[in-house]
Nanobody, 123 residues
């Protein structure tokens, strides 16, 4: 499984960005694709995820109503649409893959990671 995140950038508070994660070589051990972020001086945290086959979506509380995760099976892409961005959303965003969502939600034993893409939200 290979993952490549893109779409980060600098945006003002209240603005929007859409991140993309290109996924390839999916297997039965990578049905859940998730987004994580790590702010300077903080631990990496779970943000959102989607199951590839079923399309079920999940969000951490702090982004509910602002972020939307989706997938395009034809293009092998997973998106994270981010709206109403806040300075505290500033972080390096990563995409990851795991057998099911529990691994991502609990941030444990996640086998596949992509490189990060930087999101900076200015106040």
């Amino acid at each position: 499984v290979q993952l490549q995140a893109s779409g980060g950038g600098l945006v003002q508070a209240g603005g929007s960005l859409r991140l993309s994660c290109a996924v390839s070589r999916l297997t039965t051990s990578s049905n859940a694709i998730g987004w994580f972020r790590q702010a300077p001086g903080k631990e990496r945290e779970y943000v959102s995820s989607i199951t590839w086959r079923e399309g079920r979506t999940y969000y951490t509380e702090s982004v509910k109503g602002r972020f939307t995760v989706s997938r395009d099976s034809a293009k092998n892409l997973v998106y994270l649409q981010m709206r109403s961005l806040k300075p505290e959303d500033t972080a390096l965003y990563y995409c990851a893959a795991a057998p099911d969502n529990s691994y991502l939600r609990d941030n444990r034993n996640i086998p596949y990671w992509g490189q990060g893409t930087l999101v900076t939200v200015s106040s």
